[in-house]
């Protein structure tokens, strides 16, 4: 859609006449270099154009004639638009082709997406509605943030005056057209595009959107409620105090069974074999047995002393 004017003309015929085409830069000749080139350009750019509103046009100064870029100025300014939304809008240059001398004039190095996947992108999948919606997309290269660009409104103008005032920011910003950037998105972050198309409105200003909402209860059921739940709490200490007691008489006893099993169950340690001592070194011991009136009993005592395995031993009766 071309931008009219307040008369309803097409802007396209408001175009100054004898305006050139838009060609490639000129070749070097006469022994300077395209570099130099540009520099005796921007030496020499007019007033309207080296201010802030013209910037992002210095790189078609070579291609355009200047009547041309005033009249996208003038009209930028109007519609609040960056310079090259006016030309591109009006058909004079494409985005591709204005991107490509832009990325020459400040270069900035573009950017296709063919070898960017889902994990070169640190935005979370409900960031990539903004990041579609502001045309800048954050990409990690090598270890190294870069941020990628697509210029709409006035964003072509902003970072061109960045650039000359940041030369160093460079390696960091590439540009790219709103239709890759666009096709990035939406294969690596779809289904979060479709939900922010499908429930944004519902979720950002609920009272536009016509979705079901859930019906508020009264104030005085909600007050209910929470004074329900709170006599509850109160009133449960007392009536589980038994039940807790119990359990715990239970799981004491059912403890103390499970420990005699564990002791019963257990196998014993066996104790080392002790080697027999020399019967010169055992010790000399005397056992005294006390009898009084029992006559019958002194015979099987004897023979069980008799049969202790131990040497040198006798016995001696005595009787008083």
Known sequence: MAFTDHGGRDAERRQPRGHRALRPPPAA???????????????ATPDWLSDDPGIELQCLQHALSPGLL??????????????DQVLIQWGVIDEATYLRQLSAHTGLATESFAQIDRADSPLADHQIPHAAASGIVPLR????????????QRAARALCQLV????????????????TLQRFLLQQGGHALADAATQGLRQRHPELSAAPRAVKAAIWLQRARRGGGVLALALLPPLIAGDAFSLMLALWFLGFVALRLTGSLWPRRRLPRRSRRPDDQLPVYSVVAALYREATSVAPLLQAIHALDYPALGSKCTKR
């Not at 000359?164 to 239709?179: C, I, N, W």
Request: no cysteine; charged share 30%.
């Open 29 to 43: 000749n006469g022994g300077r270099d395209r570099r130099h080139d540009l520099a005796l350009a921007d030496s």
């Open 70 to 83: 005033q009249a996208a100025v003038q009209r930028a300014t109007e519609l609040g638009i960056g310079a």
């Open 141 to 152: 290269h090598r270890g190294r943030l870069i941020w990628t660009l697509a210029p709409r």
């Open 164 to 179: 000359a005032d940041y030369p160093e920011v460079r390696p960091h910003a590439r540009l790219a057209s709103a239709e």
